[in-house]
């Protein structure tokens, strides 16, 4: 069963930068759809950027331009290296795997991202 571990979340002004790390374990990163997503309070959990099935990435709009998801399958390790940071982007960040095969998803315990104004 594949484990992952978030870290890099912290507090950072307005229109800095963060890069957070997923380390992926007992299983290769490749076999999964990995993603992030995140969960404002009060919110509901929101996809934010994945390497989708058929290949390429995806963002959620509103990140567009400022955040880029990233891969390191010698180190199986997924990133998301986040610029130009808005209070809005404030959230608990999930690191996400989906298991095609077994039709399962996994999350990370997530971390903690604030952008103080």
Known sequence: QVQLVESGGGLVQV????RLSCAVSGSSA????MG?????P???REWVAIFPKGGGTSYLES??????IGRDNAK???YLQM???KPEDTAVYYCY???EVWGRDYWGQGTQVTVSS
Do not use: D
Request: proline letters at 0%; zero cysteines; a positive charge.
């Open 63 to 68: 990140v567009k331009g400022r955040f880029t």
């Open 97 to 99: 795997a989906r298991s």
């Open 42 to 44: 009060g919110k509901q």
């Open 30 to 33: 490749t076999n999964y759809v």
């Open 36 to 40: 992030w997503y995140r969960q404002a």
């Open 15 to 18: 229109g800095g930068s963060l």
């Open 83 to 85: 610029n130009s940071l």
């Open 76 to 78: 199986n390790t997924v």
